[in-house]
């Protein structure tokens, strides 16, 4: 009887631990339930066409063929399939007769310089344009196709490329550029580049234009986050020629390709 007394009593204990213990969820597991659904919601809205984001900020780094930099760009939603973009760039345009070479006297006392090279020229870019969505990422392993265009203004820096030169008659080292050494009738010896802190007291502005063409893949996991690859076309025209090396044609009108890999944000 005390048996039968005593087992009334514990079952309906270990019956109500049993319905908590059941009911128990982890926050770890609702953070990342809720995040599940937050995406699917998210992905089922931008199906359906609606507006799902307002703008995005996205930092680029490029390689050219002429040069490499660095992008800023913020783009505002007009539609889902349409954003406008501002764009702010700096880079580096090199030519394509510049070639390092070493001017060290021996292998432990490394120096090295561009033969003939005239300025370093630099250029920072504005631009505003527009961006097309041509394929949506359809799923999260998926990978979203974009057309874009640009247009803006360039305002392009010389800097004058200075090396350093040691006469070898009284041991004084100066700093020179190739178009002194061509008039310079001391007997001076090239040992190599003053870098890249000499020659920003006689820098020389070049304004311009510049336009772009591109296709941009982003294979980002998450429709927040942007982690794309841009492949494109730009064309620069200044109002002045370039000088950039001696002996070589100086012009205005610049054309490139390029890649760029981009990160960056939606909100």
Do not use: C
């Amino acid at each position: 009887m005390k048996k039968l007394f005593l087992s009334t009593l514990i079952l309906p204990a270990v019956i109500s631990l049993y319905a908590q213990d059941s009911s128990y969820v982890s926050p770890r597991r609702n953070k990342k339930d809720a995040k599940r659904d937050r995406i699917n919601n998210l992905i089922r809205m931008e199906e359906e066409g609606d507006l799902i984001f307002n703008k995005h900020n996205i930092f680029g780094i490029r390689l050219a063929t002429d040069g490499y930099g660095i992008n800023f760009e913020k783009g505002k939603f007009v539609t889902p399939t349409r954003t406008v973009l501002y764009q702010f760039e700096l880079n580096e345009k090199k030519s394509t007769k510049e070639h390092k070479v070493s001017a060290s006297p021996d292998q432990f006392n490394y120096s090295s310089l561009v033969p003939y090279k005239l300025n370093n020229f630099y250029i920072f870019k504005l631009a505003i344009g527009q961006q097309h969505l041509i394929g949506g990422k359809g799923n999260k392993n998926g990978v979203a196709v974009t057309a874009l265009y640009t247009g803006g203004v360039s305002i392009g820096m010389l800097k004058p490329y200075y090396v350093d030169v040691q006469n070898t008659q009284t041991g004084e080292t100066t700093r020179k550029t190739f178009t002194e050494l061509q008039t310079d009738t001391l007997p001076d010896v090239v040992t190599g580049s003053s870098g890249f802190t000499v020659g920003w007291g006689h820098l020389k502005i070049k304004p311009g234009l510049n336009a772009k063409g591109a296709m941009r893949f982003d294979y980002g996991r998450l429709n927040q986050t942007v982690t794309a690859i841009e492949v494109g076309l730009t064309g620069e025209y200044y109002f002045s020629k370039i000088p950039q090396v001696l002996l070589v044609p100086q012009k205005n009108f610049f054309f490139n390709a390029y890649v760029q890999i981009m990160f960056g944000s939606r909100k």
